[in-house]
């Protein structure tokens, strides 16, 4: 079967393997096989005919621009697009086997019959919206890679468009993939500068109509805890078992975990515990959108290690808590045309948008607080980060047709 060119790239794309590792993060790219992606994409946009493709192969970014076309005294922005090309460590994301559903009939879908792994509608109400569509779904092993290849399947297909036709004008396009945005340093070497766009979109989100402009204020945050290890025959009264010690602080702090929130709330999600009875510890990661809440949340952080060590009578607990990125709404609502024309954008392509706070954060984060204004729009995947994830095949060709309308709003615009 034939499908438009989005889904072409896409599934050719997700065959790609470009996990990133949390624990590698210290350096860029986490994984080298990030690369892997990178050189596809770079070798595609040269034969697409675009000019100016540069690949960056030490920290695996590939930037490209798609020069206007406009009349010389025609001043128009230069709008950039940007999609991260790893995906997250959560699953694996080697060896992945899509399967199209087509005019999915709005039940549960058996992805692994083998091991009972199947993708429940109670659990993904988002499915309601892609009855009669046809949604691309794993066999149950890997993730899929939707977040984020749909993003930029998306971005090559826009771009391809527009190469194909010269005579339709418009401003400067500036395109973007990164590396490494699922571990955090996804624009921690991006050259803005070299980028060349006056505003950008990350092309990241979950349903078609997802419109953000706001996210969380989020930190890294570590619990060590040191332990008292004899044998346990002879333990009573000595032992201090590190391994209990770290639940122990978990279950001291609020019970605001991502299970248990939703929309503004923020929260505590504890994401990693390492050690023995000696030593151990356990990586957090602390949320909110508001920034006084969320520099509270880190207080109490702090101050329930402290808490603990006057029980147990000594640093026997040590708390360490790092910012990670801030809610670039601040940021963007000095320039709210970057979201009006995105909304815009939606409606010419007949979508409903819908305007909601990442329960998260983008590469966008960052670049709204470095100089460049970079709201998140939708890529018509869902279920990201796990074994159920899905693309809706309608929905992510929509996308390109808002990616257009985009660039065609921005130019018109001006002209006018």
């Not at 989100?205 to 945050?221: H, I, K, P, R, V």
């Not at 515990?273 to 000696?278: D, I, K, S, Y």
């Amino acid at each position: 079967m034939a499908y438009s060119k989005v889904i072409e790239n896409f599934l050719r794309y997700i065959k790609i393997d470009t996990q990133s590792r949390e624990e590698l993060s210290k350096r860029v790219p986490s994984t080298e096989k990030q690369h892997d992606l990178a050189a596809v994409l770079a070798e595609e946009l040269e034969e697409m005919g675009v000019l100016d493709v540069r690949y960056d192969k030490e920290h695996c970014y590939v930037y490209a621009s798609i020069p206007a076309n406009l009349d010389e005294e025609q001043k128009v922005p230069a709008i950039g697009f940007i999609a991260h090309m790893d995906t997250s460590d959560a699953v694996s994301g080697a060896d992945v086997k899509p399967r199209i559903i087509e005019k999915y009939d709005g039940k549960d879908i058996v992805l692994n019959k083998e091991k009972n792994i199947i993708t429940k509608v109670t659990e993904f109400p988002m499915l309601k919206e892609c009855v009669n569509k046809s949604i691309i779904v794993t066999d149950g092993t890997t993730l899929l890679g939707g977040d984020d290849k749909a993003g930029v399947a998306e971005i090559m297909a826009m771009a391809d468009y527009f190469l194909k036709n010269p005579n339709e004008k418009h401003g400067k396009i500036c395109i973007g993939f990164t590396p490494d945005e699922e571990v955090g340093n996804g624009v921690a070497f991006f050259d803005i500068k070299g980028f060349g766009a006056d505003y950008a979109y990350t092309v990241d989100g979950g349903e078609l109509g997802d419109m953000s402009y706001e996210c969380f204020n989020a930190a890294a945050a570590r619990i060590e805890a040191t332990g008292k290890s004899v044998h346990p025959g002879y333990a009573k009264n000595i032992m201090r078992n590190s391994i209990k010690m770290i639940y122990e602080f978990s279950s001291a702090l609020p019970d605001e975990c991502p299970e248990n929130t939703e929309g503004y709330e923020g929260f505590y999600h504890i994401t990693d515990v390492r050690g023995t009875v000696e030593e151990a510890s356990a990586e957090f990661i602390i949320r909110d959108h508001d920034k006084a809440k969320f520099k509270e949340r880190k207080k109490i952080f702090s101050e329930t290690a402290d808490r603990l060590n006057k029980k147990y009578g000594g640093e026997v607990f040590k708390a360490d808590i790092k910012d990670s990125y801030c809610n670039m709404r601040e940021m963007i609502e000095k320039e709210m045309h970057i979201v009006d024309n995105a909304i815009e954008a939606m409606k010419q392509a007949g979508v409903e948008p819908k305007v909601s706070p990442i329960r998260g954060g983008t590469d966008g984060a960052r670049l709204s607080f470095e100089g460049l204004l970079c709201p998140n729009i939708c890529t018509g995947s869902e279920g990201h980060h796990g074994k159920n994830e899905f693309a809706c095949i309608e929905d992510m060709e929509t996308i390109v047709e808002i990616l257009k309308n985009l660039v065609r709003i921005y130019a018109k615009n001006s002209i006018l």
